[in-house]
């Protein structure tokens, strides 16, 4: 069953704590993406990656970090430099260019404590 | 600047109607339009993909029509259901180059009333 999973569903962070959102795809899909979605706003870009071992920043990008070792996976981490990090979290993957049907996962919902 | 503009926020149906969802783009060089639904807490679902040399798309109930001239998008859909009920996102896609980023709508909320 091809699609997008994300984990965990929920997530608390303390501050000044790091935490790192999961995201793993096995629809063979070469670029990824990261958007943060809050209330009122559109879905703004945090990061994409087109190819393993490449990633670029997006509109956001400042507090937080990303890495592609693999085709299927790109962990977003939150870091403590993220100073308003409540948000829901959509990965996203496309076959090729940003231009192609993105395809989504179920979100995570980061909560501060 | 490419501003992608949904009216309206929230719209309020009884089932049965037919309706349409508007989208608007600012600059009319565009890759491509598409319409996403969410649903609350959850992702978002890809409904469909207008390239923009087409000027329609349909599946099933929905049907979406694009007119690059007027920088206007719609999604039509007939016969509404309460499983309908949902926001509707419509994002825009960037000719090739180094703009690597969907512009986003944000979205209008529909709830349909059995």
């Known amino acids: 069953d091809g699609g997008i999973t994300q984990s965990p569903k929920y997530l608390f962070r303390k501050e000044g704590q790091n935490v790192t959102l999961s995201c793993e795809q096995n629809l063979n899909h070469d670029a990824m993406y990261w958007y943060r979605q809050d209330p009122g706003q559109g879905l703004r870009l945090i990061y994409y990656?087109?190819?393993?071992?490449?990633?670029q920043k997006g509109d956001i990008a400042e507090g937080y970090s990303v890495s592609r070792e693999k085709k299927e996976s790109f962990p977003l981490t939150v870091t403590s430099a993220q100073k308003n990090p409540t948000a829901f979290y959509l990965c996203?993957?496309?076959?090729?260019?940003?231009?192609?049907?993105?395809?989504f996962g179920p979100g995570t919902r980061l909560l501060v404590l | 600047k490419q501003e992608v503009t949904q009216i309206p926020a929230a719209l309020s149906v009884p089932e049965g109607e037919n309706l349409v969802l508007n989208c608007s783009f600012t600059d009319s060089a565009i890759y491509n339009l598409q319409w996403f639904r969410q649903d609350p807490g959850k992702g978002l679902t890809s409904l469909l993909l207008i390239q923009s040399s087409q000027r329609e798309q349909t599946s099933g109930r929905l049907n979406a029509s694009l007119d690059k001239s007027s920088g206007r998008s719609t999604l039509y859909i007939a016969a509404s259901q309460p499983g309908d009920s949902a926001t509707y996102l419509c994002a825009v896609g960037p000719r090739a180059g180094n703009n690597r980023k969907l512009i986003w709508g944000l979205g209008t909320s529909l709830a349909v009333n059995p």
């Open positions: 990656s087109q190819i393993v071992n490449d990633f």
């Open positions: 996203a993957s496309s076959i090729g260019p940003v231009q192609e049907t993105q395809y």
